[in-house]
């Protein structure tokens, strides 16, 4: 198919906090030195903000740093946090801990927000100085010349399931740079591509990954505390599965809760849905939520290898920004400044490139290791692996000592050298988990959920959850694991039917949510995530 051809100095994939932040810088610096080098940003979402979900307490610090004036701009950071509150559950009661205990968990000057709001308004400022923007063009490929990357091409457009084009197929666009700047958040598909091609994360740990789930609730007014920050871990995963979940009191009478599981877990009967759902059921939690009202549903995995699991962030053509490599601080169980922070540093590298007159002559990676984001990360750098080895609650008493002790600097530096996959066990080595049935009160089963997050793709097209071996589901993981992608997937793509005496695999991708728990937690590794067609997925309002 011929294809067109959009030629730009550089192209950014991806809408979210770390795109947006190194649009936004390049485009300043354009502006400021009197240059017109050229700049889009592709997002794959409808619109951007879409495809974003996040807890969110935000730190402003790189905004600040980015658009200092942001107050006077109206942007959408409207709930200071008031109070903080660290919670440990049992299944009947639970234990305060003084919040000083953890001081990564001070959120002193932070804000509550919708961060799919917050890229919003940040996306209104890079095209107010200049920068395009096209929603709903996923970047589906990447372009090499020379073993050197040259741009992305966007997705085909009209092409049925079984490959035969459709009346209306439309060729995707090249999009040709001298920079590519990938931003596509945690596990983005160009991203794993890249960093396996290039080996950038030689030496490196394997990087790690958890599912986090978020809802909003409209509270009754008399339950509704503004301002309000919990977080609790304990109850109810296992505590060698040490998980912990978030209840943020935003604005307008909403909350936005969730719950967070590492995705290293052993058993695989866990369902980290159902222990989302089953932690709302806990007195603590549940007094919010009477006579309350659910209005969204969502999940997304999150990266959170840290440092010893940080790629270099450079490749021939481009650069990784954000999650896209691993930026978050999960100690803080924060990413967005960071994100933010690396896009801010890339868009002024990549200018620097195209305008020698002010190169430094640093490199990315270099400009990365000298920045706060080197500095959060190596003081959280043992938060994670102490929880790996050591399970929730040993793990929670020996990071409270790292983090308020010694102020994330203990002498050494510990390491969790095997994959998450690779972490499970096999079925019938591990205890069956029974999971209440939902009570659609305060709990509720996958497809209710689904439909609130306003999922939607084509029906007859290629499917996006491609299988390596498509016998694999049934032959090896069934007998072996009994299918854990019916039970980690949290919207329901993936079924064991049985028909005629016969089991077989269902995929129903019209159902995804772009989350990568799939891509990331399949024991055989059999499943590669690629973007759907056009602006396929969820179509979140204010997560």
Request: aromatic residues 10%.
């Amino acid at each position: 198919m011929e294809r067109e051809i959009m030629e730009y100095d550089v192209v950014v994939v991806g809408g979210g906090p770390s795109g947006l932040a190194t649009a936004i810088k390049f485009a300043q610096q354009n502006k400021a030195n009197g240059t017109d080098f050229s700049i889009c940003l592709l997002e794959k979402g409808s619109e951007i903000g879409a495809h974003i979900l996040s807890g969110n307490v935000f730190e402003p610090t790189a905004l600040d740093e980015l658009i200092p004036n942001w107050k006077e701009l109206n942007a959408p950071l409207n709930t200071p946090v008031k109070k903080d509150k660290l919670l440990f559950l049992m299944e009947k009661m639970s234990i305060s801990i003084p919040a000083f205990i953890m001081p990564t968990m001070h959120n002193h000057g932070n804000y509550i927000i919708s961060l799919g709001n917050l890229c919003r308004w940040l996306a209104e400022q890079a095209e107010g100085l200049g920068v395009e923007i096209f929603p709903g063009f996923p970047a589906s490929k990447l372009i090499y010349e020379n073993d050197k990357v040259v741009g992305v091409q966007t997705g085909d457009m009209g092409i049925a399931a079984s490959g035969e084009l459709k009346p209306a197929n439309e060729p995707g666009i090249e999009i040709r740079a001298k920079h590519t700047i990938l931003g596509e958040g945690c596990r983005g598909h160009l991203g794993k591509e890249l960093i396996e091609k290039f080996n950038l994360s030689e030496d490196k740990d394997p990087q790690h990954y958890g599912i986090g789930f978020k809802e909003v609730w409209k509270l009754k007014p008399e339950l509704h505390e503004e301002g309000l920050v919990i977080h609790t871990n304990g109850w109810p995963t296992a505590l060698d599965t040490p998980s912990g979940s978030y209840f943020y009191h935003a604005e307008n009478g909403e909350a936005y809760l969730g719950y967070v599981i590492p995705l290293d877990y052993k058993n695989p009967h866990l369902s980290p849905f159902d222990e989302f759902q089953k932690w709302k059921t806990h007195s603590s939690i549940k007094k919010y939520l009477e006579g309350g009202e659910r209005i969204s549903y969502g999940a997304r995995a999150l990266i959170k290898g840290g440092l010893q699991s940080l790629p270099k962030m450079s490749f021939p053509g481009g650069l990784l920004i954000g999650d896209n490599a691993g930026t978050l601080n999960f100690s803080k169980i924060k990413g967005s400044h960071t994100a933010m922070k690396s896009g801010t540093i890339a868009g002024e590298h990549v200018y620097e490139l195209l305008n020698s007159e002010l190169d430094s002559g640093l490199s990315y990676d270099d400009k990365i290791a000298n920045s706060s984001i080197h500095k959060e990360l190596y003081k959280s750098r043992n938060f994670a692996p102490i929880f790996h080895k050591f399970g929730g609650l040993i793990g929670a008493a020996l990071n409270a000592i790292d983090q308020f002790v010694f102020r994330g600097n203990l002498p050494f530096t510990m390491h969790h050298s095997t994959p998450d996959y690779a972490c499970m066990k096999k079925a019938d080595e591990m205890q069956k988990i029974d999971y209440p049935k939902p009570d659609g009160i305060y709990s509720f089963d996958k497809l209710s959920s689904v439909y609130l997050s306003n999922t939607n793709h084509e029906e007859d097209q290629p499917c996006h959850l491609q299988l390596k071996d498509a016998s694999i589901p049934i032959a090896v993981n069934l007998p072996m694991y009994d299918e854990p992608a019916q039970r980690y997937c949290p919207a329901g793509v993936y079924e064991v039917v049985e028909k005629d005496g016969e089991k077989k695999f269902v995929i129903n991708a019209q159902n995804c949510v772009h989350c990568k728990t799939c891509d990331i937690k399949d024991p055989s590794q059999n499943i590669n995530w690629v973007t759907p067609e056009g602006p396929g997925g969820p179509n979140y309002p204010n997560m």
